[in-house]
């Protein structure tokens, strides 16, 4: 067991130790050490997983924007040509600096350090301001965006960041569904849910389990540009306020994806960068 245990690294940490055929405190001692083993060899095979799923994704854009350039560059242009190239690799290297930051926000969280500064906010100007983000996007789409949520309701939230989980769920419901968006809040036994709701086709059933896995999308959802970070870094923000995310179809048709906080939230994010 000692000689196995010395030469287990992680190039080799699908090994196990040998266990005795004595059933003594040795094997116990050896069993457990593999089942250690085995939660080492998960943790490290999550991590390569993520390091070979961020540089794909990060591959794409950079691809684009190559091209991007090197057609400019490529012959003679126009002073309007050049300018509208310059346009699209900015807007190019805009989605690689959100993609690096969402990346920099799901490997945060993995490690428990995903930072949070709660202070107490009226959950209603929360909610406005997010609808308002999105209006002219919504208005471009003949859509409407519906706030319902009580007027006077406080909670002890990082307003910025519940921001970014419904800006990331009213983006997903523009985004997959249809007909007017819904942002509505709902309060239960010491807790606040914020829904955000749409009327369109709902998730695919057997996608649901996966939906908030990070790099997780309904299949057809690549060509639409989705990195299926969005769903994972909601997920994430409402743990860090000691809450949680869910999603589901509703009956009447779209999906309905929801958070939800403690009232008063615990935390269970750090507040140190
Ligand atoms: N409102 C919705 N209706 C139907 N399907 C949805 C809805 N919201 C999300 N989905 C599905 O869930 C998948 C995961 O969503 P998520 O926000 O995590 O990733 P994404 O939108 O693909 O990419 P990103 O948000 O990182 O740009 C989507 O690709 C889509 O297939
Ligand atoms: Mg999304």
């Known amino acids: 067991m000692r000689q196995r245990a010395a030469g287990i690294s992680s190039d080799t940490a699908s090994r196990r130790l040998p266990l005795p055929t004595t059933r003594d405190e040795v094997y116990r001692l050896g069993e457990t050490l593999n089942e250690m083993l085995d939660r080492l060899d998960a943790g490290l095979e999550r991590e390569r997983r993520f390091v070979a799923d961020a540089s794909h994704e990060l591959r794409t854009p950079l691809a684009l924007l190559e091209t991007e350039l090197e057609l400019a560059l490529r012959q003679p242009r126009t002073a309007d040509e050049l300018e509208s190239a310059l346009r699209s690799a900015a807007e190019e290297t805009d ?3 959100r993609l690096a930051e969402d990346l920099l926000l799901v490997a945060r969280a993995d490690q428990g350090k995903l930072p949070v500064r709660p202070s107490s906010e009226r959950i209603h100007t929360l ?9 002219s996007r919504a208005d471009g789409l003949g859509r409407l965006i519906e706030v319902d949520a009580p007027a006077s309701l406080e909670i002890e ?5 519940i921001r970014q989980a419904l800006g990331n769920l009213v983006d997903n419901a523009l985004r997959y569904g249809a007909g007017p968006v819904r942002i509505r809040t709902e309060t239960r036994d010491g807790h606040v849910e914020l829904h955000v709701t749409d009327e369109g086709a709902g998730f ?4 649901l389990p996966r939906a908030f896995e990070r790099f997780s999308r309904a299949d057809d959802a690549r060509g639409r540009g989705g990195t299926g970070l969005g769903l994972a870094i909601v997920d994430a923000i409402a743990r860090a306020h000691g809450g949680s995310a869910s999603a589901a179809n509703r009956k009447v048709g779209g999906a309905d994806v929801w958070v939800t906080l403690p009232v008063g939230a615990e935390r269970s994010g750090t507040t140190d960068l």
Not at 157 to 161: E, I, L, P, T, Y
Not at 204 to 207: A, R, V
Request: aromatic share 10%.
């Open 204 to 207: 695919e059933p057997g996608f």
């Open 95 to 97: 989605r690689l600096v």
């Open 127 to 135: 909610v406005e301001q997010v609808a308002a983000g999105f209006r």
């Open 157 to 161: 939230v990082d307003a910025g960041r």
